[in-house]
């Protein structure tokens, strides 16, 4: 009897570890391929901060074809990364994305010019050719461009609009005046493909006062109706801001942990490591949870498109901070 009992007792252990080892699952969308951008999302897979908060977090690269909002309609995410233009379009669209955290605190997004193009000011605009991305990340643009009351169809007065490729090719080939870049990425390819800063004028959205909100972390609405989904975005939100803190830190070192991640081999360490110096200057001042006045603020430049705006009415419900109120405090 006592043996039975001993092996019974030894079974309960075994199968109390197993279920204490049963790590939740989470899939991560990545709103552009494996790059500093994301570091914060590597540390934590890498350093084990989701692991300590009970969570296997797959992490998926996004990529020119990929539209966040698109795969977790589809059931192949159950966070994604996206912009909040992009995410409020959708959410009007009847896509009901919600933001559960905002790491990123300033916007990377910029319209690099040629100096030699005739570019000086905004001013100079009218007329030109200027290279826009699309999949969502127009919509910054588009509602500049109506502030400043130019029209983007061509038209006499107005500017014309280059659909660029994720590159600077428009720009260096003498097709566009102005392209699309971000602080961290396209602006140093300009430079690395023999350009430099005094051959160039940059606007960035910041300062021209029209910056939106980028990359924040967006579920569907009728997920966070589960309670149990709710725990697992606070302890993913937990443990993804630990890791955005260890990399602003650590910047060199978070670059790395990015590259050990890129199975495509299509980065290099210069490049990632000057991307994470850039990174860290926008994350800087979040510690995850969105702030209120940043989002009123990408509303109305998202409404102030005139006879053709982004969104037609103020959301409802798109964001909360039920998920960072929990996983910071």
């Known amino acids: 009897m006592k043996t039975i009992m001993k092996t019974l007792s030894v079974a309960a252990l075994g199968l ?16 552009w391929v494996t790059q500093a951008q994301f570091a914060g999302y590597y540390v934590a897979l890498d350093k084990g901060f989701y692991a300590d908060e009970g969570l296997n977090v797959t992490i998926k690269p996004g990529g020119p074809d990929i539209a966040p909002a698109q795969v977790i309609a589809g059931g192949g995410a159950d966070v994604v990364l996206d ?19 905002q790491p990123f605190k300033s916007s990377g997004m910029m319209l ?3 100096k030699d193009a005739g570019v000086s000011s905004p001013e100079d605009f009218a007329g030109k050719t200027l290279g826009v991305w699309f999949f969502g990340n127009e919509y910054p643009f588009l509602s500049w461009m109506s502030k400043l009351g130019l029209a983007t169809d061509g038209s006499d007065g107005g500017v ?4 660029q490729g994720f590159n600077v090719d428009p720009i260096l080939q003498g097709q566009a005046a102005c392209v699309s870049t971000m602080t961290y990425n396209e602006y140093w390819q300009i430079i690395d493909a023999g350009l430099s800063a005094d051959d160039l004028v940059v606007f960035k959205y910041e300062d021209q006062g029209v910056a939106t909100l980028e990359d924040g972390m967006y579920v569907l609405e009728e997920n966070l109706a589960d309670p149990a989904f709710e725990d697992k975005m606070v302890r993913f939100v937990r443990a993804s801001m630990k890791g955005w803190k260890w990399a602003e830190e650590n910047p060199d070192d978070a670059a790395m942990v990015v590259l050990d991640n890129d199975a495509s081999g299509a ?10 110096g850039e ?7 979040s510690n995850g949870a969105l702030d209120p006045a940043d989002y009123e603020r990408t509303v109305e430049s998202l ?10 009415a103020k959301p409802e419900g798109a964001w ?8 910071l405090n």
Do not use: F, Y
């Open 16 to 31: 109390a570890a197993s279920i204490a080892q049963a790590a939740d699952d989470v899939t991560l969308q990545l709103k």
């Open 83 to 101: 912009w909040m233009p992009s995410a409020l379009a959708s959410r009007e669209k009847g896509l009901a994305l919600v933001n559960i955290a």
């Open 112 to 114: 690099t010019c040629r």
């Open 160 to 163: 014309t609009v280059l659909k």
């Open 267 to 276: 980065q290099t360490e210069e490049h990632q490591k000057r991307m994470m």
């Open 279 to 285: 990174i860290a200057k926008l994350t800087a001042g």
């Open 303 to 312: 409404m102030s498109g005139g006879s053709d705006p982004v969104i037609t």
């Open 320 to 327: 909360t901070h039920a998920i960072t109120d929990k996983a």
